[in-house]
């Protein structure tokens, strides 16, 4: 028989007296369990967390792209704008705190490129962008020895602009007396204007001063779209030697118009310069845009003629043309229609933009577009802008995607 020692001896007592066990094994077991417990909460927290730095992640790097692509803004500012979209994204997730750890694991790297296979003016950006930070853990989960988790997103964005096709744009703009009353947005600039009004009685008249709301009137809104519409062009062709633009407005008749010239800047002053004044009929200024993009000379096309001689190129034609109203006749929206088939029988692309206009109105500018997809109905200043952003885009096709 084989003689045990003293500490066997110890152990099988200590099994064979079951009185203790339970307590024995639950001391060891549940903090096991517990921790058991905190890791799997702190496992759906880091999936949350990841989801949410990648969200960031992303729309940083769109935003970025999206400002340096269409409002030219430079690098070290859309470094900035990516990086404070990326602390909104992750801020908004309760209870976690960035520090300098975070500043240092964030990269944003953004390189512009000069497309090679176009006329010289198209830009690339990339924006990459890599971040991490340390989410703290439950403290269940640091019974197991571990404080934090770290979670980490990447992301990678592509902008364009490709003016592989030089262009021709002629605006056909509304400055009749409707296109001076308020929108429902208000100046953000100037919120409040001094109103004076009537606050005495019969026998002892009085004028009092108050401050209401400064609403952005429809002519204010048509200003910005048109600045807007022209940024893109603009962005895309800075050197002004794809791009040819040009304007005219109308109110009860055709007012005096610009001629097409190389770039924006001409348009854009001829537009800024409106007033809103007199009745509608947009005949006569729809037929000379067209007029003006079609003109010839020597039997050759003066516009297709302009731009072989600059870029070796034939432009793609456009007219954008707006309306807040009904033109005072129903001759002047059959006029109007006359013109708006002839420039679509010859290949140009026609916008048309119905900002707070009665049906009527929407009627024309609906039959005017080359298609449904270029027509647009506006009912406040900011889809006015929303619309002629859109314009501009496409006209000088500009791209915004993720790539990562």
């Given at each position: 028989?084989?003689?045990?020692?003293?500490?066997?001896?110890?152990?099988?007592?200590?099994?064979?007296?079951?009185?203790?066990?339970?307590?024995?094994?639950?001391?060891?077991?549940?903090?096991?369990?517990?921790?058991?417990?905190?890791?799997?909460?702190?496992?759906?927290?880091?999936?949350m967390?990841?989801?949410?730095?990648?969200?960031?992640?992303?729309?940083?790097?769109?935003?970025?792209?999206?400002?340096?692509?269409?409002?030219?803004?430079?690098?070290?500012?859309?470094?900035?704008?990516?990086?404070?979209?990326?602390?909104?994204?992750?801020?908004?997730?309760?209870?976690?705190?960035?520090?300098?750890?975070?500043?240092?694991?964030?990269?944003?790297n953004?390189?512009?490129?000069?497309?090679?296979?176009?006329?010289?003016?198209s830009?690339t950006?990339?924006?990459?962008?890599?971040?991490?930070?340390?989410l703290?853990?439950?403290?269940?989960?640091?019974?197991?020895?571990?404080?934090?988790?770290?979670?980490?997103?990447?992301?990678?964005?592509?902008?364009?602009?490709?003016?592989?096709?030089?262009?021709?744009?002629?605006?056909?703009?509304?400055?009749?007396?409707?296109?001076?009353?308020?929108?429902?947005?208000?100046n953000?600039?100037?919120p409040?204007?001094?109103?004076?009004?009537?606050?005495?009685?019969?026998?002892?008249?009085?004028?009092?001063?108050?401050?209401?709301?400064?609403?952005?009137?429809?002519?204010?809104?048509?200003?910005?779209?048109?600045?807007?519409?022209?940024?893109?062009?603009?962005?895309?062709d800075?050197?002004?030697?794809?791009?040819?633009?040009?304007?005219?407005?109308?109110?009860?008749?055709?007012?005096?118009?610009?001629?097409?010239?190389?770039?924006?800047?001409?348009?854009?002053?001829?537009?800024?310069?409106?007033?809103?004044?007199?009745?509608?009929?947009?005949?006569?200024?729809?037929?000379?845009?067209?007029?003006?993009?079609?003109?010839?000379?020597?039997?050759?096309?003066?516009?297709?003629?302009?731009?072989?001689?600059?870029?070796?190129?034939?432009?793609?034609?456009?007219?954008?043309?707006?309306?807040?109203?009904?033109?005072?006749?129903?001759?002047?929206?059959?006029?109007?229609?006359?013109?708006?088939?002839?420039?679509?029988?010859?290949?140009?692309?026609?916008?048309?933009?119905?900002?707070?206009?009665p049906?009527?109105?929407q009627?024309l500018l609906?039959?005017?577009?080359?298609?449904?997809?270029?027509?647009?109905?506006?009912?406040?200043?900011?889809?006015?802008?929303?619309?002629?952003?859109?314009?501009?885009?496409?006209?000088?096709?500009?791209?915004?995607?993720?790539?990562?």
């Amino acid at each position: 028989m084989v003689k045990r020692s003293k500490f066997l001896q110890s152990c099988s007592a200590l099994i064979s007296d079951r009185g203790g066990n339970f307590a024995l094994m639950a001391a060891l077991i549940i903090p096991v369990l517990f921790a058991g417990g905190g890791v799997a909460m702190d496992m759906a927290n880091m999936m949350m967390a990841k989801n949410q730095l990648q969200d960031a992640a992303d729309t940083a790097a769109l935003a970025a792209s999206s400002a340096l692509i269409n409002e030219g803004m430079s690098i070290p500012n859309a470094k900035k704008l990516a990086n404070d979209f990326l602390i909104a994204g992750i801020s908004a997730q309760e209870g976690v705190v960035l520090d300098e750890a975070f500043s240092k694991n964030t990269k944003i790297n953004i390189v512009e490129q000069l497309a090679t296979n176009t006329v010289g003016n198209s830009k690339t950006y990339t924006v990459d962008i890599s971040s991490s930070y340390n989410l703290p853990l439950n403290p269940l989960t640091r019974l197991l020895g571990k404080q934090t988790a770290t979670i980490s997103a990447a992301s990678k964005s592509l902008s364009s602009s490709e003016t592989k096709n030089a262009l021709s744009m002629f605006l056909v703009l509304d400055r009749s007396g409707s296109m001076a009353e308020d929108t429902a947005t208000i100046n953000k600039d100037n919120p409040k204007k001094v109103e004076s009004y009537s606050c005495g009685t019969k026998n002892n008249p009085k004028t009092c001063k108050r401050d209401v709301d400064n609403f952005i009137t429809k002519i204010e809104a048509l200003k910005t779209a048109t600045e807007n519409l022209t940024t893109y062009l603009k962005t895309a062709d800075p050197t002004g030697s794809l791009v040819r633009t040009g304007a005219v407005s109308y109110n009860a008749s055709m007012q005096k118009q610009t001629d097409l010239t190389w770039g924006t800047d001409s348009a854009v002053a001829y537009v800024k310069a409106l007033s809103a004044t007199g009745g509608t009929d947009s005949g006569d200024a729809f037929a000379t845009a067209y007029g003006k993009l079609m003109l010839k000379k020597n039997n050759v096309l003066v516009e297709d003629d302009a731009h072989f001689v600059k870029n070796k190129q034939a432009p793609t034609k456009y007219i954008v043309f707006m309306t807040d109203g009904d033109n005072n006749y129903t001759s002047a929206d059959t006029e109007t229609k006359k013109w708006c088939d002839k420039a679509k029988a010859d290949n140009i692309q026609v916008f048309t933009v119905a900002f707070m206009a009665p049906t009527r109105g929407q009627t024309l500018l609906n039959s005017c577009a080359t298609t449904s997809a270029h027509y647009f109905k506006a009912e406040n200043a900011e889809q006015l802008n929303e619309a002629f952003k859109y314009i501009g885009e496409k006209a000088s096709a500009m791209t915004v995607r993720l790539t990562q």
